[in-house]
């Protein structure tokens, strides 16, 4: 059969990345107990393609993608961008995958168990060289210190959602950078909570108050005091409580230079 993918480009034009996106696809993650999490993630691949051909082979995509079985992981990531670069004939490829990712959290005061959803993603590239960066989304609570200096009680509080992305030298684990999110929060939030817990996490948030820019500087020195972090991104959007619009503040550091 005719391979069109492979005719002739005469208008001389390089693109720089072609692929597929939006791939619905089970997946398999381990956590730091070394159990499997089964969870479906949105996949999106790409190669850099070259201007002499018309296009690229789309099938080959998922070809390379099942040979993996749905199984992630750092050195999985690496072998899949290697492939893509052979199979596809390519200077550079990449994957990005994005998914839900559970933890089975204990209510602060009764112990009561339930499962909390965090979106992470995994984006791998290789041109030059591989490279890696895992990205983290955590819900938390923050109030705000102005209301409360300036209220004779109370202060407005709301749930915000801290990023954290990082690339890192050594293994960090999902629920390690969740752990920095919320510490630096004002409060936690979980999805289930009895009445002496939810007493616990009001007064907890309202004993530490905290800005977007107070959360964001104290993740960003967490991640300078750990070495195995190289180069990170921090932001924070409060959904604010008493305003018609969010607030939000965002850095990034290349530890490297």
Known sequence: MKDVQNEKDTRNIPIDRVGVTSVSYPIVVLDPKENLQHTVANVTMAV????KFRGTHMSRFLE???EFKGRVTL???EQVTVDLKRKLNASGSEVKIEFPYFINRKAPVSGSTSYTRYDVVFWASYDEHFDFTMKVTVPVQTLCPCSKEISEYGA???RAK?????RMNKRIWIEELVDV???CASSPVY???KRKD???VTEQAYSNPRFVEDVVRDVALKLDQDDRVDWFSVSVVSQESIHNHDAFASLVRDKRS
Do not use: C, D
């Open 48 to 51: 850099s393609l070259p201007r």
């Open 64 to 66: 390379v993608l099942n």
């Open 75 to 77: 050195e999985s990531l």
């Open 156 to 158: 407005h509080n709301q």
């Open 162 to 166: 801290v990023s954290i992305e990082v």
């Open 181 to 183: 999110a919320e510490s």
């Open 191 to 193: 999805t289930l909570l």
């Open 198 to 200: 939810e007493k616990f």
